[in-house]
């Protein structure tokens, strides 16, 4: 339970380290608002076509009597739909990180040195084509082991009383648990930790991982919170990576910079 606690504690952390560094924030958003337009983009398209697409996908019901034709193609259009809304909540980070990294790999160092004793932050050493290669192969890994989680967690939900009370609440800590990986991955693959060691490191410390990303993954099912609390989510995750590996963390996640503009994200 402490870690519970100490999750959702550099969750805070992250938000009131990005308060106090404001001129950072409104980099910060411009990723989470590219991604939130593709997405609404495409949800729009789904909600237009989706139909349209149900229909062509399925000829063999073509000649069905009314009304099974119709409540067929209806309940398959809504299936769709719902599980493009939870991979959209599983995704969303991803992307956003992917289309962010120069900016959110900058901010994970600048993170790095306000809260390391002697101001330092490790540094990858690659170039920058080399890290978005990894980050987006890396993505891809935790994408088709989401959409797995999302896909056996859609077809649990039919299942009587299970998939009204625990199916939920499963979904909600596995979406938390592979949104949390996402967000340490800027700060662990600055430090050469690979996927697999990454996934066995938050493995080590579930309760932690879900502290954290479990109540940040539901605050993304509300409208446009996901692009507000994205920077200061990328904050409060190098942090608690500091925590996982062992490393010191001094006192400039607490006292910190009170400055109305702190400084560029170059400095």
Same mark, same amino acid.
């Given at each position: 339970?402490?870690?519970?606690? =100490?999750?959702?504690?550099?969750?805070?952390?992250?938000?009131?380290?990005?308060?106090?560094?404001?001129?950072?924030?409104?980099?910060?958003? @411009?990723?989470? /608002?590219?991604?939130? @337009?593709?997405?609404?983009?495409?949800?729009? =398209?789904?909600? /237009?076509?989706?139909?349209?697409? @149900?229909?062509? !996908?399925?000829? %063999? $019901?073509?000649?069905?009597?009314?009304?099974?034709?119709?409540?067929?193609?209806?309940?398959?259009?809504?299936?769709?739909?719902?599980?493009?809304?939870?991979?959209? +909540?599983?995704?969303?980070?991803?992307?956003?990180?992917?289309?962010?990294? #120069?900016?959110?790999?900058?901010?994970?160092?600048?993170?790095?040195?306000?809260?390391?004793?002697?101001?330092?932050?490790?540094?990858?050493?690659?170039?920058?084509?080399?890290?978005?290669?990894?980050? =987006?192969?890396?993505?891809?890994?935790?994408? @088709?082991?989401?959409?797995?989680?999302?896909?056996?967690?859609?077809?649990?939900? %039919? +299942? #009587?009383?299970?998939?009204?009370?625990?199916?939920?609440?499963?979904? %909600?800590?596995?979406?938390?648990?592979?949104?949390?990986?996402?967000?340490?991955?800027?700060?662990?693959?600055?430090?050469?930790?690979?996927?697999?060691?990454?996934?066995?490191?938050?493995?080590?410390?579930?309760?932690?991982?879900?502290?954290?990303?479990? #109540?940040?993954? /539901?605050?993304?099912?509300?409208? %446009?919170?996901?692009?507000?609390?994205? #920077?200061?989510? +990328?904050?409060?995750?190098?942090?608690?990576?500091?925590?996982?590996?062992?490393?010191?963390?001094? =006192?400039?996640?607490?006292?910190?910079?009170?400055? !109305?503009?702190? $400084?560029?994200?170059?400095?």
């Amino acid at each position: 339970m402490h870690d519970l606690g =100490a999750g959702f504690g550099y969750l805070l952390k992250g938000q009131r380290w990005m308060a106090r560094h404001g001129r950072h924030y409104g980099f910060g958003l @411009v990723p989470g /608002l590219i991604t939130l @337009v593709l997405y609404v983009a495409a949800l729009v =398209a789904l909600a /237009l076509w989706g139909q349209d697409f @149900v229909s062509w !996908a399925t000829p %063999f $019901a073509d000649d069905w009597s009314s009304p099974w034709q119709g409540l067929f193609r209806g309940f398959l259009t809504a299936v769709l739909f719902v599980l493009a809304l939870l991979l959209s +909540v599983l995704t969303f980070t991803a992307v956003t990180l992917l289309i962010g990294q #120069p900016f959110y790999e900058t901010l994970s160092e600048k993170v790095d040195r306000d809260v390391s004793p002697d101001g330092t932050a490790p540094e990858s050493g690659l170039p920058l084509w080399r890290e978005l290669w990894i980050s =987006a192969r890396d993505s891809l890994r935790i994408l @088709v082991r989401a959409v797995l989680w999302g896909v056996l967690l859609f077809a649990l939900g %039919f +299942v #009587p009383f299970i998939g009204q009370t625990v199916v939920p609440v499963v979904g %909600f800590f596995v979406t938390g648990f592979f949104l949390t990986e996402e967000l340490t991955a800027v700060a662990l693959q600055r430090r050469g930790i690979d996927l697999r060691a990454r996934l066995t490191l938050l493995r080590s410390r579930r309760n932690l991982i879900w502290g954290f990303g479990t #109540p940040l993954g /539901l605050s993304f099912l509300v409208p %446009f919170v996901a692009v507000f609390l994205m #920077p200061g989510a +990328v904050a409060g995750a190098t942090m608690m990576a500091r925590e996982l590996l062992g490393e010191e963390t001094g =006192a400039g996640d607490q006292e910190g910079d009170t400055e !109305a503009g702190p $400084a560029s994200v170059d400095e």
